[in-house]
């Protein structure tokens, strides 16, 4: 499957042409048991599917649904941000989409040909998807979090300087301005 075009900036998506595998990349490529998701448990186990067109069906609708929350979770945190941090998420998330897309291209290259390859590639995507998932939902420190401390920190910083001796004043002021 050719490189896939860089998504609009509007979401972080990627369309399969082909049929693909479960999260769960075991270090037996036959082993079919699926590691479970972290951050979306509800999925099918691809393992218990008896043929492998039916785990590769599965995989694909794992995946899929692992895309979709992504793109839901994306769209979310990017409509909380400020205009600056939301062109550097966009740009973030396409080199993060770029690089998920060549790793799991070339994982899925070690089998091409073998009927294994889309279970493989499709394993590689949701795995790596889930673990976006994971890091946009970390939380992140809000831009009033940031005025809040620092203001706090002036604040102490004003107090010390108060109770100091002039030389200690002096040194601290050095201090600061070097850390600054």
Not at 55 to 60: D, E, V, Y
């Amino acid at each position: 499957m050719p490189a896939e075009a860089t998504p609009p900036t509007d979401a972080p998506t990627s369309a399969l042409s082909e049929p693909a595998m479960p999260s769960s990349q075991a270090s037996d490529p036959s082993e079919t048991t699926q590691r479970p998701s972290p951050v979306l448990p509800d999925k099918q186990d691809c393992g218990r599917a008896e043929t492998q067109q039916a785990m590769n069906r599965c995989a694909q609708q794992n995946y899929r649904q692992s895309d979709d929350a992504l793109n839901d979770l994306y769209q979310t945190v990017r409509a909380d941000l400020s205009e600056a941090a939301e062109a550097k998420l966009i740009e973030a998330e396409q080199a993060w989409l770029d690089f998920r897309d060549q790793n799991c291209d070339f994982e899925r290259s070690q089998f091409e040909g073998g009927s294994l390859a889309p279970l493989i590639h499709a394993s590689c995507l949701e795995q790596l998807t889930d673990e976006r998932l994971a890091e946009l939902q970390q939380p992140s420190m809000p831009e009033t979090a940031y005025e809040q401390v620092d203001q706090q920190l002036n604040q102490t910083y004003q107090a010390l300087q108060t109770v100091l001796s002039e030389s200690e004043q002096a040194q601290l002021t050095d201090v600061q301005q070097t850390w600054l």
